[in-house]
């Protein structure tokens, strides 16, 4: 078919040339890497347990520490090791529980847990939060210690007494409520936020950088030979824009399926990941059409591709996060919605933040289909003028 | 084809830009198996004029009718009769030669083993063969041209267009190309060839179209334009013996308007060398004359272009 042939040819040049190998594909997906790793979203902290012992109380303990919420636990064989390990920046801390915990307790000795830390705020606030669980123990400890000296039965039966008592316990709660809205960082996962934001940035520089392949194709008199076989100039349109079309494709599905692999990005709903995708694709597709179809040096359009590919990029929040450009300027925030990106980003914040579905962004995705239909049509007029004039 | 054999013909063929009349009621035919030169100098108007045949050109005024069909810029069937070569090389540089032809040929219509077929042909008679799948912007300029040409026989057209096909190409390359010419001519195919060579149309041409500031000024065979400005073929015999008496003997052949005597031997004019030298060579041997050298000089289209539009084809 020869809507497929002219496409394909699109695409097969584009990736004929190295370079832009590494701009549409790697580039993309080192900023995404960089972006995790320099903004992404906290992850839980790492500690590491050395627990040489097997007594109900070292076991306990173990239990309760691994048992904290928002920190990544795991066992140790030693001190040494753990040590290293915080040194390497493999854990945030360790918790070292000397050998015959169990027996110095019973015998009411005083025992001392070794915690080891960087000092760093994320360490100090494991401080805390260790501290707190060996609080916890001890409050049972002293209660079982209490009740044996009150003549209450061994400390065992105490003990076991007194863990019942805590387990059943009322105690004391904290009731929390929260003011204002969440930053996007403190939602997202690593590299959530640059996948989604450098993807609709990449397509669209792509499609803007890749619109002097149809400038080049009417500078070597190719389209003009084209015109020449028995192929219609309509045919010849919709080769051309597929062959757009296709190329962000397959620039956006080599992102969306390598950042879920290699940095497990959830793109949230498929079905609306899709259809966001494909919408803002197509858009981005179209104003290269328009520019191709409008331009008549390649290098030219090249260099202002690229502006206008960057500059709406910024603007439409690739660069400086919707939700802090909201607090800081609401009227930059509003003018951001003249660009695709704004519509694409908040419909992917949508899908990935706050789990919604296709449903829920209808309006972003009517907007963009807005925008392609619009930017489609003029850059396959122009388009047609260009061809044959 | 139509029933007169005629694979293209074009009538009164106008188009302006602005207030340059660039093709001023241009008009021919070309049969099947004919070599159709348009000879003219540079902004004669013969790309124009190929642009409206090839129906890339949307014309003032005019018809173009292919196989019997109506060919306008909205055709798109009757280009399957079509094959163009341009001017200027298009082709993509990126791809290799047999990518080239691979797309261009599924824009023909080819496909499957058909166009495998087809496309290993065409690198077979463009001599690329063995540069097939190596990109064409590292080939030479000759082989470029071999490559944009290839292009236009993929669907073995009724018709090929070639634009100036030897522009800026090497002595070898052009030969090779000439060669191709007419070995297509040879199959059937009807060719038009325009270029401001004289030499590649004397060579290539069954007739020729002089075209000049958008007109055809004069057509015919060469034989024709020529006898049409009034030149004539001059044989110089370098001869020893009674000169004298050979010249008046050879004066009085058929076909021969002029003998005469030179120190070192003669000079005559004749109609068509070729068929009166024998004759000549008899008639002097016969008055005692021994010939030691001869020579033939044939009017050639540049004297009648010169002749037809008082400057010469490269001005």
Same mark, same amino acid.
């Given at each position: 078919m020869k809507i497929l042939a002219i496409a394909a040819t699109s695409v097969q040049r584009l990736f004929r040339d190295r370079t832009n190998i590494f701009f549409v594909l790697l580039m993309p997906m080192l900023l995404i890497l960089v972006l995790g790793a320099a903004f992404g979203g906290e992850s839980d902290p790492r500690l590491g347990i050395v627990s040489g012992g097997s007594g109900a109380l070292e076991s306990d303990l173990v239990e309760r520490i691994e048992a904290i919420d928002g920190v990544?636990?795991?066992?140790?064989?030693?001190?040494?090791?753990?040590?290293?390990?915080?040194?390497?920046?493999?854990?945030?801390a360790g918790v070292v529980i000397p050998e015959g915990y169990d027996e110095a307790l019973l015998a009411g000795e005083k025992v001392n847990v070794e915690f080891a830390a960087k000092p760093e705020e994320s360490a100090q606030a494991l401080t805390i939060t260790v501290q707190s669980v060996l609080t916890d123990q001890g409050a049972i400890l002293q209660a079982a210690s209490y009740a044996e000296s009150k003549g209450a039965g061994t400390f065992a039966e105490s003990l076991a007494r007194a863990e019942g008592i805590a387990a059943t316990a009322k105690g004391l709660d904290v009731e929390q409520s929260s003011a204002g809205e969440p930053f996007v960082f403190d939602q997202l996962g690593r590299f959530e936020l640059g996948a989604y934001s450098q993807l609709l940035l990449f397509v669209f520089l792509t499609s803007m950088t890749g619109s002097t392949a149809l400038i080049q194709s009417r500078q070597l008199g190719v389209s003009e030979r084209m015109l020449s076989t028995p192929t219609s100039v309509r045919t010849i349109l919709l080769g051309e824009a597929l062959g757009r079309f296709a190329v962000a494709l397959v620039q956006g599905l080599l992102i969306i399926v390598g950042t879920a692999l290699m940095f497990g990005v959830d793109w949230g709903d498929p079905l609306g990941a899709a259809a966001t995708f494909i919408v803002f694709s197509l858009g981005a597709s179209g104003v290269g059409m328009l520019m191709g179809a409008t331009f008549k040096n390649d290098q030219q359009a090249g260099g202002i591709g690229v502006m206008i590919g960057i500059g709406m990029g910024a603007l439409g929040g690739c660069m400086l996060p919707l939700a802090i450009m909201k607090i800081?300027?609401?009227? *930059?925030?509003?003018? /951001?919605?003249?660009?695709?990106h704004a519509w694409g980003i908040e419909a992917f914040e949508e899908l990935i933040l706050r789990g919604g579905t296709i449903a829920d962004i209808t309006l972003e995705i009517a907007? *963009?289909?807005?925008? /392609?239909a619009v930017v489609f049509a003029l850059g396959a007029w122009r388009l047609r003028v260009s061809l044959t004039k | 084809m139509n029933g007169d054999g005629l694979v293209l013909e074009c009538r009164d063929l106008r188009r302006a830009f602005g207030d340059l009349q660039a093709v001023d009621g241009v008009g021919f035919s070309i049969a099947e198996g004919e070599t159709y030169g348009l000879l003219g100098p540079n902004g004669a108007g013969k790309t124009t004029s190929i642009s409206m045949i090839c129906g890339l050109l949307e014309r003032d005024s005019g018809e173009v009718v292919i196989d019997g069909h109506p060919l306008t810029t909205k055709s798109v069937a009757e280009k399957r009769a079509v094959g163009y070569?341009?001017?200027?090389?298009?082709?993509?540089?990126?791809?290799?030669?047999?990518?080239?032809?691979?797309f261009f040929a599924r824009l023909y219509g080819l496909s499957g083993v058909e166009r495998?077929?087809?496309?290993?042909?065409?690198?077979?008679?463009?001599?690329?063969?063995?540069?097939?799948n190596d990109r064409s912007e590292d080939f030479s300029g000759g082989m470029k041209r071999r490559l944009n040409i290839g292009i236009g026989l993929l669907h073995s057209p009724h018709l090929l267009i070639l634009d100036e096909p030897t522009v800026g190409v090497d002595p070898q390359s052009r030969n090779a190309i000439l060669e191709s010419v007419e070995n297509l001519s040879t199959?059937?195919?009807?060719v038009l060839y325009t270029t401001h060579y004289m030499e590649e149309a004397e060579r290539l041409c069954n007739r020729v179209g002089i075209i000049d500031h958008g007109k055809i000024v004069a057509e015919g065979t060469r034989r024709e334009l020529i006898e049409l400005v009034g030149q004539?073929?001059?044989?110089r015999l370098r001869a020893t013996g009674n000169i004298e008496a050979a010249a008046q003997a050879t004066a009085s052949m058929p076909g021969v308007y002029e003998a005469a005597a030179r120190d070192d031997g003669l000079d005559v004019l004749v109609d068509n060398a070729a068929d009166a030298l024998t004759g000549i060579l008899g008639t002097v041997a016969a008055a005692g004359v021994s010939v030691s050298s001869v020579d033939v000089d044939e009017p050639n289209l540049e004297a009648v272009f010169l002749h037809l539009t008082g400057r010469a084809l490269r001005d």
């Amino acid at each position: 078919m020869k809507i497929l042939a002219i496409a394909a040819t699109s695409v097969q040049r584009l990736f004929r040339d190295r370079t832009n190998i590494f701009f549409v594909l790697l580039m993309p997906m080192l900023l995404i890497l960089v972006l995790g790793a320099a903004f992404g979203g906290e992850s839980d902290p790492r500690l590491g347990i050395v627990s040489g012992g097997s007594g109900a109380l070292e076991s306990d303990l173990v239990e309760r520490i691994e048992a904290i919420d928002g920190v990544a636990a795991s066992r140790w064989d030693d001190r040494a090791t753990i040590i290293l390990a915080i040194e390497r920046g493999q854990l945030e801390a360790g918790v070292v529980i000397p050998e015959g915990y169990d027996e110095a307790l019973l015998a009411g000795e005083k025992v001392n847990v070794e915690f080891a830390a960087k000092p760093e705020e994320s360490a100090q606030a494991l401080t805390i939060t260790v501290q707190s669980v060996l609080t916890d123990q001890g409050a049972i400890l002293q209660a079982a210690s209490y009740a044996e000296s009150k003549g209450a039965g061994t400390f065992a039966e105490s003990l076991a007494r007194a863990e019942g008592i805590a387990a059943t316990a009322k105690g004391l709660d904290v009731e929390q409520s929260s003011a204002g809205e969440p930053f996007v960082f403190d939602q997202l996962g690593r590299f959530e936020l640059g996948a989604y934001s450098q993807l609709l940035l990449f397509v669209f520089l792509t499609s803007m950088t890749g619109s002097t392949a149809l400038i080049q194709s009417r500078q070597l008199g190719v389209s003009e030979r084209m015109l020449s076989t028995p192929t219609s100039v309509r045919t010849i349109l919709l080769g051309e824009a597929l062959g757009r079309f296709a190329v962000a494709l397959v620039q956006g599905l080599l992102i969306i399926v390598g950042t879920a692999l290699m940095f497990g990005v959830d793109w949230g709903d498929p079905l609306g990941a899709a259809a966001t995708f494909i919408v803002f694709s197509l858009g981005a597709s179209g104003v290269g059409m328009l520019m191709g179809a409008t331009f008549k040096n390649d290098q030219q359009a090249g260099g202002i591709g690229v502006m206008i590919g960057i500059g709406m990029g910024a603007l439409g929040g690739c660069m400086l996060p919707l939700a802090i450009m909201k607090i800081f300027s609401p009227t *930059l925030w509003k003018v /951001a919605h003249i660009t695709p990106h704004a519509w694409g980003i908040e419909a992917f914040e949508e899908l990935i933040l706050r789990g919604g579905t296709i449903a829920d962004i209808t309006l972003e995705i009517a907007v *963009l289909s807005a925008f /392609a239909a619009v930017v489609f049509a003029l850059g396959a007029w122009r388009l047609r003028v260009s061809l044959t004039k | 084809m139509n029933g007169d054999g005629l694979v293209l013909e074009c009538r009164d063929l106008r188009r302006a830009f602005g207030d340059l009349q660039a093709v001023d009621g241009v008009g021919f035919s070309i049969a099947e198996g004919e070599t159709y030169g348009l000879l003219g100098p540079n902004g004669a108007g013969k790309t124009t004029s190929i642009s409206m045949i090839c129906g890339l050109l949307e014309r003032d005024s005019g018809e173009v009718v292919i196989d019997g069909h109506p060919l306008t810029t909205k055709s798109v069937a009757e280009k399957r009769a079509v094959g163009y070569v341009p001017q200027d090389i298009a082709i993509y540089p990126d791809l290799s030669a047999k990518e080239n032809l691979n797309f261009f040929a599924r824009l023909y219509g080819l496909s499957g083993v058909e166009r495998k077929k087809r496309v290993d042909e065409v690198l077979e008679i463009i001599g690329l063969a063995d540069r097939a799948n190596d990109r064409s912007e590292d080939f030479s300029g000759g082989m470029k041209r071999r490559l944009n040409i290839g292009i236009g026989l993929l669907h073995s057209p009724h018709l090929l267009i070639l634009d100036e096909p030897t522009v800026g190409v090497d002595p070898q390359s052009r030969n090779a190309i000439l060669e191709s010419v007419e070995n297509l001519s040879t199959e059937g195919m009807a060719v038009l060839y325009t270029t401001h060579y004289m030499e590649e149309a004397e060579r290539l041409c069954n007739r020729v179209g002089i075209i000049d500031h958008g007109k055809i000024v004069a057509e015919g065979t060469r034989r024709e334009l020529i006898e049409l400005v009034g030149q004539r073929d001059r044989i110089r015999l370098r001869a020893t013996g009674n000169i004298e008496a050979a010249a008046q003997a050879t004066a009085s052949m058929p076909g021969v308007y002029e003998a005469a005597a030179r120190d070192d031997g003669l000079d005559v004019l004749v109609d068509n060398a070729a068929d009166a030298l024998t004759g000549i060579l008899g008639t002097v041997a016969a008055a005692g004359v021994s010939v030691s050298s001869v020579d033939v000089d044939e009017p050639n289209l540049e004297a009648v272009f010169l002749h037809l539009t008082g400057r010469a084809l490269r001005d």
